[in-house]
């Protein structure tokens, strides 16, 4: 396809796929798409060593990394920069609600081992290290959500010709990342997986378009949010989108590094079976609804704590939660969860990677070559 | 345009406008859309009035009728039939809440008069009494929201010919009202004006369309939900609908029924200033969101009443607002909202419906054939 954001990131089908797994964004930019590796929640040494292996199996094909470098950091954590001094600030109401949580679903927790000092990783600078380490690499795009991009991505982007995408939830915000000088708008809707907003994705695009365009700024929009089919794809490129920027959809490839129960209970769900809370990362993100959410957004809870606390609590309960299904424990199947968005009410069957990126391109030019009839029946 | 749905209520472009506003219907339908009167706030007699307005102004053209039947009656106020027995359950609390609210932004409201017997005459009797007026004019479509169509719509649909459509906002809704015997399914997102569920136009439609075509039924999808622009029309059609059913963009119409200061508010507000609340109706309902809800959904509230005794505190409120700001009282201002959707980020202008319908055919055509050269270049 020939479009701006094509040119500017050498994709064929400019359909970006946003994965945490390797495996995923390899399948995808070799399909002729644009895979994406979510770096959040890996260490530097991580990340080397999976773009490396990224390097090794792409043939050449266009990838980018995705990194979260939250541009506010809540008062409650500036200044302690490493894990033990924010560990100390977990109250023991909040470890011992985690461990009652899951020892109420058969899932054994101490609450002195309730807090990790690892988290998820999502700080400042965590996230600048990160991509430090992406910049070594022959990536053709850097994403960042949670905020402006930061002056040195940008700087160093525009040093060495990689574009800055950026995710943005309101028109505001794609007002103040294209003076900030980021090279492409990631608009994502408030169905999405993950952090998001509250506007839809078919209501956002059109009004970042409309809004960039307005204010002067030549910057191609990717849709983001609910899209899971090729002609969701075609629906955000008639409101103005140069492409979709995809993410739940991937979780239930073969590929994806989900879990069976999770991968299960996508399957499962409806597009109402996923709910927008601060109970995993401290902001906002969308996750299936699950037991975890009703503990905690209930009226019994201590409240989520801020970004990055609530992923040092969030991460080691789901790993227990995960290992625990994995080791025959039904109950606790009513704690998993993951990010997803509310597209997960489309998912039917696990599929390859490969396959997905196949069925969205069908899909693609059925949904248009049906508009044109229309049109041409008139 | 040529697909079922034109053919079935006789439309050219299935561009359907919801209006509570008699001229906007007129304007639509003969400029080649579909105007829908929201009958729901007129009594019996008021809307054979409207009707037969409409009949002499039409030109023939087809048009339709929305009443509003709730399938469910709140345990709180069922039995009480008459408008006086529903307003003894209103508590003085509510009573005050509200006079404290509107003088507090110089409004003059006596806890006495706070309540109508009126209402927004939001019941299953005066819902059916409605319907029956409707039967008696040239009608092409009638549809319903608010839970399954009652029996006695869908056979006097079936005997007369005429399509009944139906209201939904998720998946299995659809489904019940498709084995109920509803013609038109109109599948609304979270991001619609009024009363509206929680998943996106961009999920619930395909999902809706893939569920009704699993489940063996052979029904049209009118796609609703954050819809303003021909372009954002030519989108969901691409994921399966037959046409577009829209409200909001005509509130801001010449010809609406809303007032100077509610169409301001309009043109001044993004997508986000939307909330969905049950502070007007008692069912949550999205709507601008001013210092009304801010006092409803806050700390200090006594909390939303069930349908329709919350009509019946609203209404009136509303209307001494309106009134208020009219006649000069700015602080009134901050009170005043009205049903809108997300899409109102997307109004820059007061338009003439025939303009809004004309603009929709342009940008509809334009998106089009934008996808189709995309896929040329190819």
Redesign the interface.
Same mark, same amino acid.
């Given at each position: 396809?020939?479009?701006a954001l094509c040119r500017m990131t050498g994709c064929d089908f400019p359909l970006f796929a946003f994965s945490h797994c390797r495996d995923v964004v390899v399948a995808v930019s070799k399909a002729g798409g644009f895979g994406v590796l979510g770096a959040a929640r890996f260490s530097p040494e991580q990340l080397e060593l999976e773009l490396q292996w990224i390097d090794e199996h792409v043939d050449g094909r266009p990838y980018g990394v995705d990194v979260l470098v939250p541009e506010t950091v809540d008062p409650r954590v500036a200044g302690l920069s490493d894990g033990t001094s924010r560990a100390a600030q977990i109250s023991d109401e909040h470890r011992r609600f985690v461990s009652e949580l899951l020892t109420s679903h058969g899932v054994a927790m101490d609450p002195e081992e309730a807090v990790s000092t690892q988290g998820n990783g999502i700080t400042p600078e965590n996230g600048a290290a990160l991509m430090e380490v992406a910049f070594r690499h022959p990536i053709r795009l850097i994403a960042n959500a949670l905020g402006i991009a930061p002056p040195a991505m940008i700087e160093q982007g525009k040093a060495r010709g990689i574009p800055v995408a950026a995710l943005v939830g309101?028109?505001?915000h794609a007002l103040r990342q294209a003076a900030a000088g980021v090279d492409i708008i990631v608009a994502q %809707? #408030? !169905?999405a997986g993950g952090h998001c907003? !509250?506007? @839809? *994705? $078919?209501?956002?695009v059109? !009004?970042v378009v /409309?809004a960039l365009a307005g204010a002067g700024h030549d910057i191609p929009v990717l849709a983001a %949010? #609910?899209?899971? *089919?090729g #002609? =969701?794809m075609? +629906? &955000? &490129?008639? *409101?103005?989108a140069q492409g979709a920027w995809t993410g739940s959809v991937w979780l239930a490839t073969a590929e994806s590094e989900t879990s069976e129960a999770f991968r299960a209970g996508m399957i499962a769900a /409806? @597009? /109402?079976d996923t709910v927008r809370s601060r109970s995993r990362t401290g902001k906002p993100a969308r996750q299936l609804r699950s037991a975890w959410h009703a503990a905690w957004d209930g009226q019994d809870s201590p409240g989520a704590l801020p970004m990055p606390l609530m992923g040092m609590v969030s991460e080691p309960a789901f790993a227990r939660i995960e290992r625990s299904v994995a080791a025959g424990n039904e109950d606790a199947r009513e704690l998993v969860s993951y990010f997803v #968005? =509310?597209?997960v009410? $489309?998912v039917e069957a696990e599929r390859s990677a490969r396959a997905v990126v196949q069925d969205f391109r069908a899909e693609?030019?059925e949904?248009?070559s049906?508009? +044109?009839d &229309?049109?041409g029946?008139?």
């Open positions: 396809m020939n479009n309101a028109k505001e %809707g #408030g !169905e907003g !509250e506007v @839809s *994705t $078919l209501v956002l059109p !009004e /409309r %949010g #609910g899209i899971m *089919t #002609g =969701q075609a +629906a &955000m &490129m008639a *409101t103005g /409806r @597009s /109402r #968005g =509310q597209g009410g $489309l693609f030019a949904a248009v049906g508009l +044109a &229309m049109i029946e008139d």
